[in-house]
């Protein structure tokens, strides 16, 4: 059984289109995240939820908007995309509160490219 | 606020050689400190962290990290390199893990036959 499953794992589509990637963990975890990870294979964070409910949102462009239905789930909708918008995204899940230690575990990702 | 530096944008080994990834990082308590590593077109998997226990600790593959609080650094060694050791390797902090992870910029190993 697959920890942390993003879908799809491959995204080809033009400038203006929206997409979707949605990620599901199967963990337990109350914390789920989304990852950017560009060419030169940085990771930036861009969203975290917990139990359902945004906690993180780094200076993310809003045609980017993550939904959570349950803690088990986070999608990524992205709107208008634009070709910077071409990279890896790696959805996470972690557990929180006391005793954390901040480990993540993370999706296969999902790799996104506009043309 | 919390940093990592991973020093080395790559590394290459020959097959059989010592492997050492540095990483040095910032925190303002004490950290929790990780090695993740990724093979090409897959996701990030934990190799080994270091959780305030001991300070030298062994991971999967035969890696481990040594937590030196002194120099800030918790570098990655393996005695002797495998071609299936070639990736990219990322080095992460939390501190107290009620903050996110922060990463450093990624280490690629290449090996040599």
């Known amino acids: 059984d697959t920890a942390v499953s993003q879908t799809p794992k491959y995204l080809v589509t033009q400038m203006g289109n929206d997409k979707s990637i949605k990620c599901e963990q199967n963990?337990?975890?109350?914390?789920m995240y989304w990852y950017k990870q560009d060419s030169k294979k940085f990771l930036k964070i861009m969203f975290s939820?917990?139990?359902?409910?945004?906690?993180i949102n780094e200076t993310v462009p809003n045609r980017f908007s993550p939904k959570s239905p349950d803690k088990a789930h986070l999608n990524l909708h992205i709107n208008s995309l634009e070709l910077g918008d071409s990279a890896v995204y790696f959805c996470?899940?972690?557990?929180?509160?006391?005793?954390?230690?901040?480990?993540?575990?993370f999706g296969e990702g999902s790799r996104l490219t506009v043309l | 606020a919390q940093s990592v530096t991973q020093l080395g944008s790559h590394v290459s080994v020959s097959e059989g050689a010592l492997v050492l990834l540095r990483c040095n990082y910032s925190s303002s308590v004490p950290p929790y400190l990780f090695w993740y590593v990724q093979y090409p077109n897959q996701g990030l998997q934990l190799l080994l962290k270091?959780?305030?226990?001991?300070?030298l600790v062994k991971g999967i593959n035969g890696f481990e990290a040594e937590f030196k609080k002194s120099e800030t650094s918790f570098h990655l060694t393996k005695p002797s390199a495998h071609m299936s050791d070639a990736a990219e390797y990322f080095c992460a902090v939390s501190d107290s893990g009620y903050s996110t992870l922060t990463f450093g910029k990624g280490t690629m190993l290449l090996v040599s036959p």
């Open positions: 270091y959780t305030s226990a001991a300070t």
């Open positions: 963990l337990g975890h109350d914390t």
């Open positions: 939820y917990n139990n359902k409910e945004l906690i």
């Open positions: 996470a899940s972690s557990t929180s509160g006391r005793g954390n230690t901040g480990e993540l575990f």
